[in-house]
Structures are given as structure tokens and as C-alpha cells.
């Protein structure tokens, strides 16, 4: 019985842990929901609702390249939402970057409540949709910045990319624990899920990490770690020396647009398309959302 009952226990910190520690949603924007207030053109950007598995909906921002040189879903960090990184996706659009930008669920405006098993949901949701509007003659990039690289590891398991980039993203959930809270024991309570690391081992596309050197959030030993697992034959590290967990962009830019330029330039576009052929119980799960959020439309 208090065999169960530590077992019990474990399961309930580890769900207080990863709720309290591991996302941070904001539905307000940083300044508006305005493209054009972080730099980003009209005429570049398409709004977008995508639908997952499970019936919720995800909004998000298609933006396009003016000379496109690949296409790219981006996965952005734990805090706030899709415009916590916008002010930064003029660089990849400078690149040559058509990117898929989107929020998971319960941030911004996209419905219901971020879970571990939910925002991976969601992130294969917008890659299928990332498939469905992406030219196709250019290469598939998957772009994870932070806890969305170790989303973005997980997924390119299953979903077929060109290429992977990981920006200041932490080896594992218990490993950037013990980072945060090195006087409390909190990696105990973290699980399995996201272990980078360990996606990374059977990797077979081309791998590029992009971290800093004094990065306070998920130090650059991460990085390393992540290198040397990977399974991929082709693999490379960028260090910005002196970048923090934020900034790498606004710190070396310049050097940072040259290396993710050249690695999509050298990426070949896949013949492969993912196939998906959605379960019977996800088909009902998405109509009884539908019933359910057409009913509370029409009590409001």
C-alpha cells in the first residue's frame, strides 16, 4: 500500500513540476497581433488555423521569403507565444526562409491547455499542414528554439524533415533541472519526456546546433552532449562566444544568417512525403470538439 502510494505521489509531482516549470503561455501578444509591429511585412504573412488530432485549433503565421531557399516550421521556447520570437523572424526571412510560425495549445490564440503529450501533438499537426502548403521544391527545415527544439527532436523521429536546427535547446527535462534548481532535487520529479539526447541518437538527417557559449538557461556542455549523441552523419555545432540563452541573433547575427544560409543551401529536398491517414477515434475526438465549441459560440 505505501508502495502505491509513493508511486502516486511521484506521478503528482511530476505533473505539479512539468505544469508549473515547463510552460509559461501567455494569451496576450507582446505588443499586438500585428505582423508589422516585429518587423514582418503584410504582404509576407498568411494567417493560419490548424487543426490537430484531437480537435483543437492552433493559430499561426505562414510567412514568405521574397527569394525562398527552403521552408521552415519553427518551434518557438516555454514562454509566452508566437510573438515572443517574431522580432526575429525577419532574419530568417532575410536568409531565404519561408517559416511556419505557430503557437502550441493554450498559448496565444490557439485553444486549450499546454500538455506534454499535447504540444508534440501539436507540432506534428503543423508539420502535416507545414507539408500540405510548403513549396515542394524546397528542402523541409524543422527549427526549434529552447524547449521547442527538444519538441522539434521528438517529432523529426516520426515526420520526415531535410533538416534539423536546434537553438539553445536543453539535452534533457532533467538535466536543465538540475541546471535551474541545483539545491533542490526537482530532476527527480521530471520524467523521461523530452530527453533530447536520447531522440537524437538515431537521427539520420543533417543536424545543425546553434547555442552560446554562457548560455545561464541550458549551458553549452548541453550542446556538446547533444553533438556527440547524435547518430546523424552530418552534424555541426555554432557557438556564439559570449551568447546567453536569448540572444544569439542580436549578438552575432550576421555570422548566425551565413551558417543557417549555407546548411539550407546544401540540404536537398526529400522525394519522400509523409503519408497520414487519421484513426477513427481522432475523427470522432475532432467532431465532438466541433459540437462542443459550437455550443459554447452560441451560449456567448
Not at 549551458?219 to 552523419?233: I, K, L, Q, T
Not at 555570422?255 to 543551401?265: I, K, Q
Request: charged share 20%; with cysteine.
Amino acid at each position: 500500500m505505501w508502495g502505491a502510494g509513493a508511486v502516486v505521489a511521484l506521478e503528482v509531482a511530476r505533473r505539479i513540476f512539468r505544469i508549473t516549470q515547463l510552460f509559461r503561455p501567455n494569451r496576450d501578444p507582446l505588443a499586438s497581433w500585428n505582423p508589422e509591429d516585429y518587423g514582418i511585412s503584410r504582404a509576407q504573412t498568411e494567417e493560419v488555423w490548424i487543426e490537430t488530432e484531437d480537435g483543437e485549433l492552433l493559430y499561426g503565421w505562414y510567412l514568405r521569403a521574397p527569394k525562398p531557399i527552403a521552408s521552415t516550421l519553427y518551434c518557438h521556447g516555454n514562454t509566452g507565444n508566437l510573438t515572443n520570437p517574431a522580432h526575429l523572424m525577419p532574419h530568417l526571412l532575410e536568409c531565404g526562409f519561408n517559416v511556419l510560425l505557430f503557437d502550441y495549445r493554450g498559448y496565444g490564440k490557439s485553444t486549450g491547455r499546454a500538455t506534454v503529450s499535447g504540444v508534440t501533438a501539436d507540432t506534428f499537426a503543423a508539420a502535416r499542414y507545414h507539408d500540405a502548403i510548403r513549396p515542394k521544391h524546397l528542402p523541409s527545415l524543422l527549427f526549434g528554439f529552447s524547449l521547442g527544439g527538444a519538441i522539434a527532436a521528438q517529432v523529426v523521429r516520426a515526420h520526415p524533415f531535410d533538416g534539423l536546427i536546434l537553438q539553445s535547446t536543453f539535452s534533457s527535462l532533467s538535466a536543465v533541472a538540475r541546471v535551474a534548481f541545483p539545491r533542490v532535487p526537482l530532476h527527480l520529479f521530471s520524467g523521461r519526456a523530452f530527453d533530447t539526447t536520447r531522440a537524437l541518437r538515431d537521427l539520420q538527417i543533417p543536424l545543425l546546433i546553434l547555442h552560446g557559449t554562457e548560455d545561464e538557461a541550458c549551458p553549452c556542455w548541453m550542446a556538446d552532449a547533444m553533438h556527440e549523441a547524435c547518430g546523424s552523419p552530418r552534424k555541426e555545432i555554432y557557438r556564439v562566444e559570449g551568447g546567453l540563452h536569448k540572444d544569439l541573433w542580436e549578438r552575432d547575427g550576421a555570422a548566425m544568417a551565413t551558417v543557417v544560409t549555407r546548411f539550407a543551401n546544401e540540404l536537398e529536398p526529400r522525394t519522400r512525403q509523409a503519408v497520414y491517414a487519421p484513426r477513427l477515434l481522432d475523427s470522432v475526438f475532432r467532431v465532438v470538439r466541433r459540437l462542443l465549441r459550437s455550443r459554447a459560440k452560441a451560449t456567448t
